[in-house]
């Protein structure tokens, strides 16, 4: 009886700080709803693309680190630390979705679609002309799309430092 006893008490236990974390969940997303201004649709928008691009992010990360030409090419352009970095901006400036669509809806997910292609042919181990070109062009297209992105970011860097400058200028105006 004793255990059962114990049982209960530990169910009970566990119930309240399953809803205890639930309310704390609920209200930290309804502070960030209402500090963003964002609607209940663009709040479920919001969710729904960011756990998408969050997934592209990782899936993009895990097929770079497989490939040492894919590792150079982030070396060089800088593509899946700059897609960190706006998805990041974007997390503290959910307004900016719309500035960012290309990034969301085009770039990222293409980028991601052309690594998983490069490391399929890779994988096969295969060897002809045909699929010697057919890297080259993927990979043409993969560095070419990271720079894309990591233009996009520092045009939002740029952004931001001529507002922080504009705001200096009319303080010291003042």
């Not at 006893?5 to 709803?33: D, H, P, S």
């Not at 959910?94 to 690594?115: C, D, G, R």
């Amino acid at each position: 009886m004793k255990i059962i006893g114990l049982l209960v008490l530990l169910v009970f236990l566990k119930g309240i700080e399953y809803f205890r974390r639930l309310y704390t969940y609920k209200k930290r997303i309804k502070t960030y709803q209402k500090n963003n201004q964002l609607t209940s649709d663009e709040l479920q928008l919001f969710k729904e693309t960011m756990f998408i691009a969050k997934k592209q992010i990782i899936r993009l990360e895990l097929m770079t680190s497989k490939s040492t030409i894919l590792m150079k090419i982030e070396k060089k352009e800088k593509g899946l630390h700059s897609s960190k970095l706006l998805f990041d901006q974007l997390m503290k400036h959910p307004k900016e979705m719309t500035e960012l669509e290309q990034f969301l809806y085009t770039k990222l997910p293409s980028i991601v679609q052309a690594t998983e292609k490069f490391i399929q042919i890779q994988d096969a181990e295969l060897s002809t002309t045909e699929i010697k070109k057919s890297k080259t062009m993927i990979i043409e297209t993969i560095s070419s799309i990271s720079a894309s992105i990591t233009d996009e970011y520092e045009e939002i860097i740029q952004e931001d430092s001529e507002d922080i400058y504009l705001t200096k200028k009319l303080i010291e105006g003042k």
